[in-house]
Every structure is written in C-alpha cells, then in structure tokens.
C-alpha cells in the first residue's frame, strides 16, 4: 500500500529555501566525489588482480 506524504520544514529552523539548496548541491557534490573515489579504488584493485593473475 503506497501513500503520499508531504515534507515540511521544521518552523523552529530559520534556514532558508535557498540555504536548503546550497546544502544539498553541497552534499552531493561530496556524494559525487565520494563515488567518483570508489570506483577509482574499485578499478585500481580490479587492474591489481589483473595482473596478478594474468
């Protein structure tokens, strides 16, 4: 069973719409970096194993 929801700012935080914004393109832009680590490391092991074994 599926229901919609709502969210709302809590009203006893003064961040602004535009704050809200700025912290989330902030939050992704460490998401982003963050992955982009991974699969750098991910690729690095995956060439290791390579060329142990190749």
Partial sequence: MQQPFEIVKDPRIQTTDAEFKEQLSFALKIRDKLSETHQ????GKIRQQINTYG
């Fill in 40 to 43: 750098t490391d991910n690729d």
